[in-house]
């Protein structure tokens, strides 16, 4: 448990659908049965090698503590409707990009692109297919701030506007006293903290993530600003949420998560939640691993705004609006959504793992990368200019 505990400190489109192939693109392939061969160490995640992050990416329950999500008994079908994405063509910083380049470049293990509930566009690469389930990073903690909204829908929590200590006394005394629900999932606690993931002294890459750590860490820090005035990115304050969230419902996270989103939505595949700790709490941070339709359909449920297929709501109604609008500390971000002009919002990981949402074109867009750079802004920019040109040509 140390190794888990120090890691968790730390388009020339030719086919559309599963296992796609790009012709003339030297794109990496990696051999699912040599993936044991590539294992890297857990406390050494976010430098893993290429090969490792494969490798580890899509097999993280055979490396870590897990808790399986077991697959939905009437999976929620999506049909297909494929889109002529050939002519698109990407610009950025001068040049110009096709759809294969931007795949290529990005390492992108799983792409999926659904129209109006539609499949457009699904692409696999670095040896992934349709069942292949892929670490998500931190696009759990926009899953996590759902769970929050169904655990108000179901009495368990009155208001985000509710102190984050009435759930978690042992924080009591601390920088915390005066946060509330909303400030922390706001990333606006006014809690000093640093999550540069390429500094391996920050706090991120030191932190201990099981649940008395996260105690032990965040209660010892200093105040840096009001609660509720001021963006700071905080990964151990999500965790904590998790932590809320279980001491508000009684209940393991992917117990709730399957009993209100995963099986009633109709997720077709099993998927695997990190926990802290052996038998332990899962990670409200991270990290998710589902199969990129899987990611498609989160996409879809949140799009409809957290309402199950046949309109049952499992979100207060009006929850998703207030978990996407602009927060006081960053007009970009919300309930643990990351937000763009025209009402869009998206889930967002390192490595290049998102869900781009876009309720006024009725499109999801669900991404899944092993990437070089965990955070690069360059990388966020080119993979923006491409949502934007696959949006384009959708529109028309």
Known sequence: MKLMNAFLAGVMATALFASATISGVATQVTDPASDP???GPPEA??????EQKVAGFRNMDKIVWTRKISASDDPLPLKDAPADLSDVQLRYNGAE???????NSENVAGLLVIKDGAIAYEYYGLGNSQDTPW???????SIVSMLVGAAIQDGYIESVDEPITDYLPRLKGSAYDQASIRDVLQMSSGVQWNEDYSDPKSDIAQADMSTLGIYRQLSEKPVMAQPGETFNYNTAETNLVGTMLRSAIGNNLSTYLAEKIWHPFGMEADANWMLSESGGGEIGGCCLSATLRDYGRIGLFALNEGR??????????????????????NGEYGYLWWLQDGGRFRAQGIFGQD????????LVIALQSAREHADRSEDWELQDV???AVTDVLKR
């Open 37 to 39: 061969e590539n294992f």
């Open 45 to 50: 995640m976010l430098f893993w090698t290429p």
């Open 97 to 103: 990009m096709t759809i294969a380049a931007f795949l």
């Open 135 to 141: 670490l998500s990073f931190s696009v759990t903690k």
């Open 308 to 329: 199950l297929a046949d309109g049952t709501p499992v979100l207060p109604s009006g929850w998703m609006a207030d978990a996407t609008a602009p927060s006081k500390g």
């Open 355 to 362: 869900i781009f949402i876009d309720p006024e074109n009725q």
């Open 386 to 388: 491409f949502y934007e």
